[in-house]
């Protein structure tokens, strides 16, 4: 039994058995309703009560606890209607029994004090949710393995909620976005991508899905890293929810990855005539002056150069701009 909260309710005044405080209703009502007395003797049971236990109501009144329910059962309910006539409060709380067939079952309701003639009792009043405990079982363990498949498949997999913002990652898909997981949850989709025109068939599926016009999609897209580095991806997009529900989310999945290739840096205009001058094999003294820029000057330049190209030395460098593209044979 897990008790889940508790809240005061009224004493009813003393009645004649057949006026009980549930009232003429309670005998046909879809939940389960009873009432024993401090000994665990049933005064009254509803029908849907007697239906938990696949026997008749008549069967049940006059009888103990203990002919009714499991000896394991017996000594914990008891003990819960004694907390109940003792406190004076009512307890709300879920609770774990077995059918008769042996099988489990899970209810939900309240127990409280009552007056029943003359005497003080303990009235109950139960919804059965096994269906509903068994449903939210298998939804965690569904979760489960969809967090094992996230984390563990080798798919770079993002959820994104309808605002177009990473609500949930795999591990893959920060190793290839380049950033730590922690960080990649709140970002927004469109600072993943490469600042390129290409996207509008990947923009166009977007709309669709969470307009609901479509539940599933595919579109190229080009990633780019916490680096600034680019990959070509085939993304597969799955809108999350129900009809009922509407959309609450997308699944994007890169089923398809290029090799990471980096972006051609963007040089200044002063930086590329450096470049052009170490190539030709001029010293920096040489460079300094034809450019007349300082040698602290000039030096500032080459340490971003450097960093740019990713070239620690003049030959690295000179070599790392003919592969990019800055200069030509």
């Not at 949930?168 to 025109?197: I, K, P, Y």
């Amino acid at each position: 039994m897990t008790e889940t909260e508790s809240s005061t309710w009224p004493v009813h005044p003393a009645g004649p058995p057949d006026h009980n405080p549930f009232g003429a209703l309670a005998e046909l009502a879809p939940a389960a309703a009873f009432m024993r007395d401090g000994t665990g003797r049933y005064l009254w049971a509803n029908h849907a009560y007697a239906h938990l236990y696949g026997t008749t109501r008549d069967a049940v009144i006059g009888r103990h606890l203990s002919d009714v329910d499991e000896p394991v059962d017996v000594d914990r309910f008891l003990a819960m209607d004694q907390q109940v006539l003792a406190d004076g409060r009512s307890v709300r709380h879920t609770l774990t029994y077995r059918r008769p067939d042996g099988s489990l079952a899970h209810a939900a309701g309240y127990r409280f004090p009552a007056t029943w003639d003359t005497g003080r009792c303990v009235a109950g009043i139960y919804v059965d949710v096994t269906d509903y405990v068994r449903a939210t079982d298998q939804r965690h363990h569904t979760e489960a393995d969809l967090r094992a498949l996230r984390d563990h498949s080798g798919l770079a997999c993002v959820r994104l909620t309808r605002d177009g913002r990473v609500s949930e990652a795999g591990v893959t898909a920060a190793e290839v976005l380049g950033v730590r997981l922690s960080d990649l949850a709140g970002m927004r989709a469109d600072s993943l991508l490469a600042g390129t025109c290409g996207h509008a068939d990947l923009f166009r599926a977007w709309k669709d899905l969470i307009s609901g016009r479509r539940r599933s999609a595919h579109a190229l897209a080009v990633l780019v890293d916490g680096e600034g580095a680019q990959r070509r991806a085939r993304i597969q997009l799955t809108a999350v929810g129900t009809p009922a529900s509407g959309v609450t989310g997308v699944w994007a999945v890169a089923t398809r990855l290029s090799r990471r290739q980096r972006t051609q840096p963007t040089l200044t205009p002063a930086q590329l005539r450096i470049i052009t001058l170490l190539a030709a094999g001029r010293t920096n003294t040489g460079i300094a002056a034809e450019l007349r820029l300082s040698r602290q000057t000039l030096d500032y330049h080459l340490s971003r150069l450097r960093e740019l190209l990713e070239a620690p030395t003049r030959p690295a460098l000179v070599a790392r701009a003919y592969v990019l593209g800055l200069l030509s044979l």
